[in-house]
């Protein structure tokens, strides 16, 4: 099946200690990115990736980092986490085509405490 | 900068009923429109892909439409059901910027 693959689901932790959510996909697809969605201000990306070794700021990539060092795999890295990246994150691929739709994963509930 | 808008915020309609999302966008230079359904504590299904030459695309109950001149978009539902509840968000472009949707409940 078809999917992209988002872990942890739900992570309750506290300012300052590093994590990383993991973004696995199976459809062979080039182009990853990552985005937030926050009550009143909908979903915004943070990061994306066109392929292996390339990636992109979005328009809200403080206190992110990414990696793309495999096509399947992209996780998100918050080195220093603060409680206003409290958010549920969401992954998405898609093919390399113009118009190519977006497939998600089933989101991370972060709070940062 | 691109902005996309959606209204109404939310829309409660009796089962049946025939409906149509808004969807407006502020820069007509975009590749394509997509909508989508998200569902609670679900990630975001794609629905519909326009693409920028198109005018509009159809999947079942579903129909959208797109007029780059004016920036706007609708998705046509027709014959809503209960499992239609969901909210409904339209996103613009490769790098998908979003409205921030509709709130749809579909009452029995």
């Known amino acids: ?113 | 900068k691109q902005e996309v808008t959606q209204i109404p915020a939310a829309l409660s309609v009796p089962e049946g009923e025939n409906l149509v999302l808004n969807c407006s966008f502020t820069d007509s230079a975009i590749y394509n429109l997509q909508w989508f359904r998200q569902d609670p504590g679900k990630g975001l299904t794609s629905l519909l892909l326009i693409q920028s030459s198109q005018r509009e695309q159809t999947s079942g109950r579903l129909n959208a439409s797109l007029d780059k001149s004016s920036g706007r978009s609708t998705l046509y539902i027709a014959a809503s059901q209960p499992g239609d509840s969901a909210t409904y968000l339209c996103a613009v472009g490769r790098k998908l910027v979003f409205g921030q949707g509709t709130r749809l409940t579909i009452n029995p």
């Open chain 1, 1 to 113: 099946e078809a999917q992209v693959t988002q872990n942890p689901r739900y992570l309750i932790t506290v300012t300052g200690k590093k994590l990383t959510v993991t973004c696995s996909q199976n459809m062979n697809h080039e182009y990853m990115s990552w985005y937030r969605q926050d009550p009143g201000l909908g979903l915004r990306q943070i990061y994306y990736s066109m392929n292996v070794e390339v990636t992109d700021k979005g328009d809200v990539p403080e206190g992110y980092k990414v990696s793309r060092k495999e096509k399947r795999n992209f996780p998100l890295i918050l080195e220093s986490p603060s409680p206003n990246q409290t958010s549920l994150y969401f992954c998405a691929s898609r093919g390399a085509g113009l118009n190519q739709p977006q497939h998600f994963g089933d989101g991370t509930r972060l709070s940062i405490l």
